[in-house]
């Protein structure tokens, strides 16, 4: 039914036909798509822990000793391709429904309960797995799901609901945004959208805005699982890209609006998955490349793999771990807390600094230092010294070299960033006015991966010559 335009609230005249009509919701480690039929209603849940495979290093034995051989592929490049296997699955999965009824009576069946002359009835479902970290599954699914059952078997559902509506609104109503309000703003949601290009409607564009708060309340929470390309909803066995923690670029849009949008306690998630793919990153820069620090590639899954996978063309992206970093360095920046830097971000940043000092190599055609092999996300294919990888490098030295003065540590390795950081290949305008994608390209082809030095990072005024925004959307 029509909504006052003073709240924010997605409602439609009908219930969704589709997956991808219906609404989220979540508490981080549970979520589900709600369709919003009356006569016959359809709850799509997931648990947050229920994946594929099994724990396993993702790691290569022996690569390091072909890098030189393959640094010279690239700069005179032939195809490399890359192929792997996973074992069978060791995940096990419970859950439990509590049903309560308000007079009359319900009675059980094989795949459905009956509910006669009841006034209202109340169904409460958790659910678990028997993963307890991405080493370990040996927890106990049934278990789990008993424990949780047993503490709220005896809570109301007016407790239950004050309990969840006061959690929301702690995060939620931290931040306003009032654009104004047109005729049009009480028509359901699916209509407001397909008017949108041609009447205007500032609240929607709010509720645009509040949505994409709601989101990681719903699908991010201290000691779930990071929001992954899909939040926490999916309704396939074979979703797309595997609904991972794609870190070329997904993983870490979902978590812009963290900080920014005052919904700090929502980024701890993916600071806990920084740490254990530093932990598992740190075995794939020793045995793929002979580094020291760590390395993740361009996406990871629950069971924290850092090494590449798929085909060359874009598996081997090296900078996925340095991008994360940013966001830790963004948390330290809004709150000011040099303990957090001391403590928890400043050696995970130094830690993906410290592989990219051993891993950077001199270009014998320019004498920059470039990152290769690598690629270019959004164009693909090893290529030497990608412009985004050298964008994301020079913002991890930049934030690193702030970190030790702040923390008044580290001196001879802030010279050493700051050195190496001079030399690294700077950014070029290509013939057609848009960045050039790597080293030895001078198309300048379209994307907008380059712009990575204006969002998330601030090295735009570090430019060679000015660059017209214009000409950065249209030509990269």
């Known amino acids: 039914m029509p909504h006052s335009c003073n709240h924010l609230t997605l409602w439609y005249a009908q219930p969704a036909q589709k997956w991808v009509e219906a609404l989220p919701v979540g508490n981080g480690r549970l979520g589900a798509m709600v369709f919003g039929g009356t006569a016959v209603e359809h709850l799509q849940f997931n648990e947050d822990t229920l994946w594929t495979g099994r724990p396993h290093p993702y790691h290569n034995k022996g690569p390091s000793g072909h890098l030189s051989a393959v640094r010279t592929k690239t700069i005179d490049p032939d195809q490399l391709s890359l192929t792997a296997k996973v074992r069978r699955d060791v995940m096990q999965f419970g859950c439990r429904l509590l049903v309560r009824i308000e007079a009359g009576s319900i009675r059980g069946a094989s795949d459905h309960i009956d509910g006669c002359d009841t006034d209202a009835v109340t169904l409460i479902l958790t659910a ?268 991890l030295f930049a934030d690193c070299i702030e970190a030790t003065r702040l923390l008044r540590a580290d001196a001879p390795f802030r010279r050493r960033l700051a050195d190496l950081r001079e030399q690294i290949a700077p950014n070029r305008i290509g013939r057609h006015g848009g960045h050039v994608a790597w080293v030895h390209n001078d198309s300048g082809p379209r994307s907008a991966c380059f712009l990575v030095a204006d969002l998330p990072g601030d090295l735009v005024a570090e430019l060679d010559k000015p660059l017209n925004p214009v000409v950065a959307v249209n030509n990269g």
């Open 128 to 395: 678990a797995t028997n993963h307890r970290s991405h080493r370990r599954v040996d927890a106990d699914p049934a278990a789990r799901c008993d424990s949780v059952i047993r503490r709220i078997r005896r809570k109301t559902f007016e407790t239950l609901r004050e309990a969840h509506v006061t959690d929301h609104r702690s995060l939620f109503r931290r931040v306003a945004l009032d654009l104004g309000e047109l005729d049009g703003a009480d028509k359901p949601t699916d209509v407001r959208l397909r008017q949108a290009e041609k009447i205007p409607d500032p609240h929607l564009m709010a509720l645009y805005f509040q949505f994409g708060r709601y989101l990681p309340i719903a699908s991010s929470r201290p000691g779930t699982q990071p929001a992954n390309l899909q939040g926490v909803w999916n309704d396939q066995l074979d979703p797309p890209w595997d609904s991972k923690w794609t870190v070329n670029i997904n993983t870490e849009m979902n978590y812009w609006p963290a900080e920014l949008c005052n919904l700090s306690s929502c980024h701890e998630p993916l600071f806990h998955l920084i740490e254990e793919v530093a932990e598992t990153g740190r075995q794939t820069a020793r045995s793929h490349y002979g580094c020291r620090g760590w390395v993740l590639h361009h996406n990871t899954n629950l069971w924290r793999g850092t090494a590449p996978i798929n085909a060359s063309d874009h598996g081997i992206w090296v900078t996925g771990g340095a991008w994360l970093c940013r966001h830790l360095w963004e948390r330290y920046l809004f709150e000011r807390d040099l303990s957090f830097l001391r403590e928890r971000a400043y050696p995970l940043m130094k830690g993906a600094a410290e592989f990219f000092v051993d891993f950077l190599v001199e270009d014998p055609n320019t004498g920059w230092l470039i990152s290769t092999p690598s690629n270019s996300p959004e164009i693909g294919g090893l290529v030497p010294g990608p412009t985004m990888d050298h964008q994301i490098i020079r913002t």
